[in-house]
């Protein structure tokens, strides 16, 4: 960890203690009921070092240790008005609920109380919506949505969710912002929030989040930014997975992923949503949930590798065709809460949990549940059983959680895990009659992967469909390599291992070597013959870009769809010098049970074994030939 991270952390640790020992006891959370301490907050603080960074399938902390996100979402500062009525009138929000675009739960019960009631939960996290609107408005809430909390009257929405953010932290919880929706308002259907980009451009988006992330990078408890929730169908049109158009989800999320990891803060994860919904819901029709299927062919690589978490929302009402809906808008399809157990399993894989169960392919990353839930009034017996299975399953696969929602109003919303009265009184998953508490029990007790987590390989893919993929920090310090070129760079602490032969697509690892390039900033572009020495010609008739001896493949770059260079590094260690040749123009030639995964769907592949490096690209330039890459000269490492 490095020193100013330390010092950080410390502080909080020390800020969480002063803070409580302080602070005015709870009113009236519950009967009974214990206010916080300063032991509480110290304990849930020591229990982790931020920041959190990626292993695999699990999520560490700065020790390596595995963290497993058990969270909830305090949802309100994204807006609770449903778009018609009186936004004045509770009536005319969700559930009768007017959060003033502020966390829910502040009118009724002291920051303090409600931090308490957390920490009985169980919970160690807080995925924590807001709007885009929230960030710009500059009016005042009015007093009647901090009546619990006066010290906060005077401030706007953002004001007061920076006090909610300091508070979480400061009590040792992890905090994963989530943009939620653009303006102020319930989510989630044609309400003008189905798209990042619906009520503004990607750009401003992207601005809003480098804003957010700059806005709490000295708090390193803010763990991550959920970069926007339940992409799906407006009236017109649907999101896509990487067809490089203003609808492009996959694209948007790489773009917003880099730009705050590089200009507001490199410790943050990233979490990345899957598609919620595309097609028109009407029986005959193609609809349907896509989740993160599409990331098993097309998968996000970050310029801090490390940082990538993928996440996914079930609920019993929808289903994989079904978008939940009664009346308008339902089809035949099945819900998920109609599915035999084994359809239910097959499911969840399909959709989301086969990126944290595969180990070794390029799109394995943790994989982060973040909205599921039920209301505590529940009567309907394929309700109920459906949450029991599903938390059977979460357990059962040690996955990262965040149910929906944590705060509500009693008598308004049965499906918060807690409720309070208009006199702050608390109601829900703390009392022992609520049905929901044998599956969350179950889901927090359950034995999980605790302790330190060990390194393992990493696999990455590179996709230039729709122009530059260098992921490289070290690579882009360097400017542009071949201007005008489609150019493509593993991240940094990756090689390049294999080669698609016409879709541009590449595969990264830093198996077996770990990080394999020299300290120094030098760089090869190569984009002629030679570094191919007198009698080693290893693709007779082709072209062939040979790295400098001493040097490995990181990169390469495409122009009109011929290969147009490739990139170079020097390695810290000597690298071997026998090698062969990897042709893979007529079909695949990876090694058997080849790690990576199908990281160019659809085309040839080429793959270096795991212990070699890849030394040079060949192509051919003859008229009626495919000109992408044709073969790898692959050599041992040592």
């Known amino acids: 960890m490095p020193n100013n991270r330390i010092v950080q952390y410390l502080t909080g640790v020390a800020s969480a203690v002063l803070l409580l020992a302080t602070a005015p006891g709870a009113v009236a959370a519950a009967p009974g009921a214990e206010g916080p301490t300063a032991r509480t907050a110290a304990a849930a603080a020591a229990a982790w070092q931020p920041p959190l960074s990626t292993r695999g399938r699990y999520i560490v902390d700065a020790a390596g240790n595995r963290f497993r996100l058990k969270s909830a979402n305090w949802d309100g500062a994204q807006g609770s008005w449903t778009g ?192 919620n919904w595309t097609g028109l819901p009407v029986d005959g029709l193609p609809h349907g949930r896509p989740a993160l299927t599409p990331a098993r062919t097309l998968s996000h690589t970050l310029v801090a590798s490390d940082k990538l978490v993928y996440s996914a929302h079930f609920y019993g009402y929808t289903g994989p065709r079904h978008s939940g809906a009664t009346g308008i808008g339902e089809t035949h399809d099945a819900r998920y809460q109609d599915l035999t157990l084994d359809e239910l399993h097959q499911a969840l894989y399909d959709e989301a949990f086969f990126v944290s169960e595969e180990a070794g392919r390029h799109f394995t990353a943790p994989l982060w549940i973040s909205e599921f839930g039920i209301g505590a009034n529940e009567t309907g017996g394929a309700a109920r059983t459906w949450f ?41 998953l703390l009392d022992q009659t609520d049905w929901r508490n044998a599956g969350w029990t179950r889901l927090m007790t359950y034995p999980t992967r605790t ?6 390989p990493t696999w990455h893919m590179l996709a230039t469909d729709h122009g530059d993929y260098v992921q490289s920090l070290r690579v882009r310090a360097g400017g542009d390599w071949d201007q005008g070129a489609s150019k493509a760079a593993c991240p940094d602490g ?12 590449g595969l990264c690892t830093d198996v077996t070597a ?74 695949d030639n990876r090694p058997a049970g080849a790690s990576g995964g199908d990281f160019a769907h659809g085309d040839y592949k080429g793959q270096c074994a795991d212990d070699e490096y890849a030394a040079g690209i060949a192509f051919t330039t003859r008229v009626g030939s495919t000109a992408g890459p044709a073969a790898l000269l692959c050599r041992r490492l040592s």
């Open 84 to 275: 018609s009525g009186d936004i004045t009138d509770p009536a005319g929000h969700h559930a009768g609920q007017n959060s003033y675009g502020i966390p829910l739960g502040l009118d009724r019960v002291p920051l303090t109380g409600l931090l308490a009631d957390f920490h009985a939960l169980g919970i160690n996290s807080i995925r924590l919506p807001f709007s885009n609107e929230m960030i710009h408005t500059t009016a005042a809430v009015p007093d009647a949505a901090v009546v619990a909390n006066p010290q906060l009257r005077g401030r706007t929405p953002l004001q007061i969710f920076d006090s909610v953010v300091a508070a979480l932290t400061q009590d040792g919880f992890a905090v994963v912002l989530n943009n939620h929706t653009n303006t102020s308002r319930w989510c989630c259907g044609i309400d003008g929030n189905e798209r990042w980009n619906s009520g503004q451009d990607t750009r401003r988006w992207a601005d809003d989040w480098v804003f957010m992330a700059r806005r709490y990078a000295s708090d390193p408890r803010v763990v991550g930014a959920d970069l926007y929730n339940e992409v799906r169908r407006d009236i017109l049109d649907d999101p896509n997975w990487g067809a490089g158009d203003a609808h492009d989800w996959y694209a948007a999320a790489q773009l917003a992923a880099d730009r705050i990891l590089t200009e507001a803060n490199p410790d943050l994860l990233i979490v990345i949503e899957g598609i």
């Open 388 to 428: 029991g299975n599903v938390t059977d399953y979460f357990a059962d696969h040690d996955v990262d959680f965040a149910y929906w929602p944590l705060v509500g109003w009693e008598g308004h919303d049965d499906w918060a895990l807690l409720r309070y009265d208009t006199d702050g009184h608390r109601h829900g």
């Open 451 to 456: 302790g330190s987590v060990a390194a393992v």
């Open 494 to 505: 990756s090689r390049l291992i294999g080669l698609g032969h016409t879709a541009g697509r």
């Open 514 to 587: 770990g990080d394999l390039r020299a300290a120094t900033s030098t760089q090869t572009v190569v984009t002629d013959e030679r570094n191919v020495p007198q009698g080693g010609d290893w693709a007779s008739g082709y072209t062939k870009f040979q790295c400098p001896s001493g040097s490995f493949l990181i990169g390469y770059s495409r122009r009109a769809g011929r290969v147009s260079a490739a990139l170079c590094a020097p390695a810290r260690t000597s690298l071997g010098v026998t090698g062969r040749t990897v042709w893979f123009d007529r079909s």
